[in-house]
Structure formats: C-alpha cells, structure tokens
C-alpha cells in the first residue's frame, strides 16, 4: 500500500475501538451508580445497626476510593475514544515564541503568513488551529467561537481560579462592567502570575472588540484571506489591532500540501504552550492529549550560543503530563531550526548540534531529533516524510500500548471493586439456623386454620337459625314507610280538585292526574327500607369481618370494617396464588364484598304489582257519567287504602328474606374460603407472604433480619454483575 492507504487503514482499525469503548464507558456508568447505591444502603444500615460487629464490618467497606478510580478511568477512556474517533492523523507543533513553528508550518501546508502568521515579536498566532490536507479545494477556514457560557467556565475562570481573584463573574455582563480584582500580594513580582493576569486584563479591556462574536452560530466559514483575522494577534507589520481570536475556539484549515503523499493527516498548530501569557495551558494539553498523534518539539538555537534552559524543560514536561499512559519518547520528536550564513539570523549549525549532543543530559527523551531548515520546503517535506513513515510503521503500536494501559488499569479497577465487594458480602455475616421458620409458619397456620373455620362456622350456625325469622331493622323500616303511606296520604282537596278539574277541562281527567300523583307519593314513602336492607346485610359483613380479624388475625391489615374491610383483603390477595390458577380465596372474598341487597333488587317489583289500581289505563274503579269533586275524592281514598293494605300484605311476606339472604351469601362465602378444593393451599399461600403483619411477635424481627440481608446481598449481586470484567474489555 502507498502511504494514504496505509493511513486511512489506520483510521478504519481505530473505529471499531471507538466503538467498543464507547460501551465501556456507559458500563462503568451502571458500575457507578450501582456502587452509589450500595454504599448509600450500606450507611442506611449503619444508623440501624448500631454497635455491633456488622457495623464494624460495614465500616470496613470503603468504595469512595473506587468511586474515585472510576472517575479518571472514564476521563482517560474519553481520550482514547477521542483518538480513535478522529478522521485523521495528528501532528502537533510546538514552541515558544520566534523558534520557527510558524515557518515550519508554512513550508507544511504551503500556505502563508497571511493564514499562518509569523513574527520576530512575540506570539503571532492566538488560536488553536487544526490544518487539513485536501487536493481537491482551494484553501478556505472553519471557526468555532466560545458560547456565553463556555467564554466563562473554559476561559475566564480559571484566571479566576488560579490566580487566586475571588468569586467568579456569574455572566459575560458582570464581567464587562466590573472592574477585574488587582492580583493578590502572595503573587506580586511572580512572573507567571503576572503575565497570566496581564492576559485576563487584555480579555477584559477589549471586551466590545470581540463580544459579539461570542453570540455567532458556529462554525463559519472564511475565506483564506479573512483567515488572519481570527487567528492572529497582530497584521502582517506587527500591530497588534485583532482581537476577534479572543473569542476564537478553534480554527480549521483546509488546504492542500506541498507533500502530495500525505493521506488523511492533520497538523495542530498550539500557541500558547511554552508561553505563559497566552492562552490556558491545561486546555491546550487536553488538547494534546486527545488530539493529537505525533508532536513536534520545535527549538532555533541562537547562532551566538545556546543551552537548554528551565523553560524548555518545563514545556518538555508540560507536554509529557498530556499523556501519561505512554512514553512521550514514543510520540515525539525535537526539530531544531536551522538557520543559514545568509539569513537574518546567521548560522546556527554548531549550537543545532551542541543542543542535540547535550539532549539527554536534561533527560529530554523523543523519538528522534531532526536539524532541519524550517523556512525550507524541501527539507521540511523530508522532515514530514520521516515522521509520516513513522506514524505508519509505528503507530498501531503506539495505538495498542496506550490502549493497553488503560485496559490494564480498568482490570486493577475491576480488582479493587472485587475486594471491598467481597467484604460486603460477609458483612451481616452468614444465615443461621434460627432464620428457618418454615417449621414455626406450619404450626401457626394450622391453629389459625382451625380457629377460623371453627369461627365461620358457628357465625354460619348462628345465621341458619336467624333465617326464618324477620329481620328487625328491615321490619322497623317497612312499618315506619307504612305508616308514613297512612299519615302521609298525598290525597287533594276538594278545592284542589275543583280548581284542577277547570284547568283540565272536567272532573275525569283531573281524577287520571292525581292518580299518578298519589300513586307516586305512596311508592315514594317505600324508599326508606333500602337503608334498612343495607344496614342489615352491613351487620352480617361486619360479623364476618370480626372472626377474619379474630379468629383469622387478619386485623392488621385493614383499619375498616365491614364491606370496606372486605375489599381491602380482597385487593392485597394475589390473582394467582397457585401458578396457572385463578385465586379461589380471592374470589370468595370478591363475591361477599361486592354482595349488596336493595330496594330495587329485593322489594320494588313486588310493591308496584299492588299500584296497578292507581294507574289510569289499568284502575278498576271509574267515575260515574256525572261526577263531583266528592266522588273524586272518595274514589282516590278508595284506591289509595287498597294499594297501602295490599302492600302491606305483600312486605309481611317479605321480612324474612334479608335475613335469608345474608346466610345465602355467608354460606357461599364459607363455600368458597373453607371447602373449595385447594384453597386451603392458597390461604397458606397468602398467610405465608405476610406472616409478620399476622405473627408479629413470631416473625417480625426475624424477616426483617432476612429481608435485610436479602435486599444487602442484591445490592451486591448488582454491583458485582456490572463489575464482571468482560463489561469492562475492550481489548482482547
């Protein structure tokens, strides 16, 4: 394969671990939350236990340090699928100011310094910026601008943070018209601090000439002559009049290479490092850290001497710490900047070499040192030819070691989360013998088996011999809405009846229209029995109600009486107490609940077959051909006192049959809760699940101690399903 080939297969073998990792990292989410929830159960167990050995043992379990571990593996993870995520393959530069880095990445890319500024100042370039290889385009810009938010949390405040300037602006606006807080004593005379305060104050005094970018959608693109202005700090003649980068993210370059053999590779240009007062050097090395494959360390020696100093050193390190799960000696490489006789810098060949003979006894190890003329773009494309051969001979090994470090500690991690798991399951120590209450249940049961079958039955003797007898309440209400029937007639006047006959028109059809009335005023006076037949049927319920609650100790599970205590049981028994079956407890204890007797149900047909004669089209008693308001009134009474007698008559009849009825249903309910087949089952069943709210005094500490353990030990199993290691393998 040819080197773009090579490259872009590169690209296509990271993918497939991006990918993988991404799993990864929603799995050590769920171990996350999954060890929160464990130790938050593990405290909740220490304010109930007191002092005691299973508190000492719960003390001993310790996951804020794995919590902690989880954290940084996740932020690493987030690096690694970053890397393997990419399009390309990066090259960073770095430098200090006036060592050539920009001239370097002008004879890269071969643009100018009208897209890459340069200067013999100080830094030129103010932003990051990614530059694409593309054959096919004319070079051209992408911008990405900080957002409100991000200016403040990415860029403002850590100045803020670091130099030690109090609270934070909580907005842009804040930060516009508050003057910023002078620098602590502790740093007057620091140089770093210094410069850094020096940077934030540019930010804050030239506020307007940028703010408004910060508003802008993003990215936007430019032209290649409008690249300048967002990257640079100064024009092409050294004034520095731009602040737009100010509010500048990152730009992206695309433009095609001197080196047509280059594939899908990207240069990184990072201002910023090695100078203090430019830029936040953490978020550059984030940068570094995920961004970027291969870096360039470049240095110019000056022609007059030169020597290694501290801030090369401190930028080595600094660089170093982006990446510390492989040797920066394996992905970096030093370019000394060689300057000519001719040059307005003169000839600096014997320092180059003095710099890289003397290399190692500042312990600054790379891959490879180059003497190389950056303004050259014939040996810089030799230079870019070596580390392209590089990458693509070296850098699935590079890909495989880095991805191997976190793999390794990701297996320490899974250790760890083993060990503290392993205390925790031995912290409540082992289940005892005294949790074995089956035998205990057994006994209880059949006693409360006997006892209530005992009660229902006696209850059930009891009604059997109530039932010929007429039921009292029942009995008190028919004869009060008799009585009524007799007080309270309905029956018109004589004058009533000669003022209706004039407005219907004769005596007959005012006889038809009190009829109807007073055939509905006596149906009326028979409503009140309902509350009697419900009253009645309640006190047998109620009676029920009492030997479940007794006999069958199911009182602590309703407060109710009666049909409301019913219901209650009836909705906490299982629809299926045997697998497969339709609960015959549950629906013996439905059909008493839902039993009702009333008026309409039991009474009213037979009551209104007696007040036919009180109906126009069926009365058997007529008016003469010459009829008076008398007669009117004698017939009405007539028809009323027959109905009433009838009725009466008919309900002497009936005063047995709430009585009948509610043996009826008792004995149905009996039916259904003592003697069906297998519901003896099924009330061991449902006993069985709620045997401390009916034996407390026998159960209630010992399942507590049980459901504790129980929920403990599936916390842990949890725990332990999201820490098995294959949740936590993206390398074979």
Known sequence: MNRTDQISSILNQRRPLAEQIQTIEVNLQNLTAT????????????????????????????????????????????????????????????????????????????????EIPDGDRQHCTGVRSTIHHNPDVEPYGDVWFYTDSSFLEDVISPYYDKLKLGAKPLNLETFARQPIPPLPKDFEGRAVEGAMYEHLKKYHANFDKYSSLLKAPSPKRISREQIREYVAQDTPDG??????????????????????????????????????????????????????????????????????????????DTVQGALVDLPISLWSFLVLNRTAMGSKYGDNWENCLELKESLNEKHIEVAGQLITNCADIQETSSLLDLILNYMTEGIHTLDRKYASACQNRLYELHRSVEIELAKARTALGESGSGEDWFPLFLQLFESLWDDLASGLDDLLDELRDQKDFPDMDFKQKVDEALNAGKQDTG??????????????????????????????????????????????????????????????????????????????????????????????????????????????????????????????????????????????????????????????????????????????????????VLRAEGVKMEWQIFLQSIRSEIWSDHFRALDEKTRTRVEWLNAIEKSAKANKFENLQFLN
């Open 35 to 114: 060890l929160q929830y464990l130790d938050t159960h593990r405290q909740s167990l220490l304010s109930k236990l007191g002092e005691s050995p299973a508190a000492g043992s719960l003390r001993e379990i310790d996951f804020t340090v794995v919590q902690e571990e989880i954290k940084r593996e996740v932020q690493a993870l987030d690096k690694l699928k970053a890397r393997f995520s990419r399009n390309t393959l990066n090259i960073g530069v770095v430098g200090r100011a006036r060592q050539g880095k920009s001239r370097l990445l002008q004879s890269l890319t071969g643009l100018s310094s009208s």
């Open 239 to 316: 004034k520095r009049i731009y602040f737009n980068y100010l509010a500048v993210k990152e730009v992206k370059i695309t433009c095609n290479f001197p080196n047509e053999d280059v594939g899908q590779v990207a240069l990184v240009d990072m201002p910023g490092l090695g100078d203090t007062g430019i830029g936040d050097t953490e978020r550059l090395v984030k940068t570094l850290g995920q961004d970027v494959d291969i870096v360039l360390f470049v240095r110019m020696p000056k022609p007059s001497g030169d020597y290694w100093a501290d801030y090369d050193v401190h930028l080595y």
């Open 491 to 672: 029956l018109p006047s004589i004058e009533a009846i000669e003022l209706k006959q004039k407005g219907l028109g004769g005596y007959p059809n005012a006889y038809y229209s009190y009829m109807n009335e007073v055939r509905a005023h006596l149906s009326q006076q028979f409503l009140l029995v309902d509350e009697a037949l419900k009253r009645g049927l309640e006190r047998v319920k109620s009676q029920v109600a009492s030997v479940l609650m007794i006999q069958g100790r199911l009182n602590s599970l309703a407060e109710d009486d009666g049909t409301e205590f019913l219901r209650v049981i009836t909705d906490q028994i299982p629809k299926q107490l045997i697998p497969n079956q339709e609960s015959k407890l549950k629906h013996g204890f439905s059909i008493l609940a839902d039993f009702a007797l009333s008026y309409r149900g039991l009474v009213q047909h037979r009551i209104r077959q007696h007040l036919d004669d009180l109906t126009p089209n069926t009365t058997e008693l007529h008016l003469s051909p010459s009829p008076t308001a008398h007669e009117v009134s004698d017939c009405l009474t007539t028809l009323h006192s027959e109905a009433l007698y009838k009725c009466r008559t008919a309900l002497d009849d009936l005063l047995a049959e709430p009585s009948q009825a509610a043996f009826a249903i008792v004995e149905e309910f009996c039916d259904r």
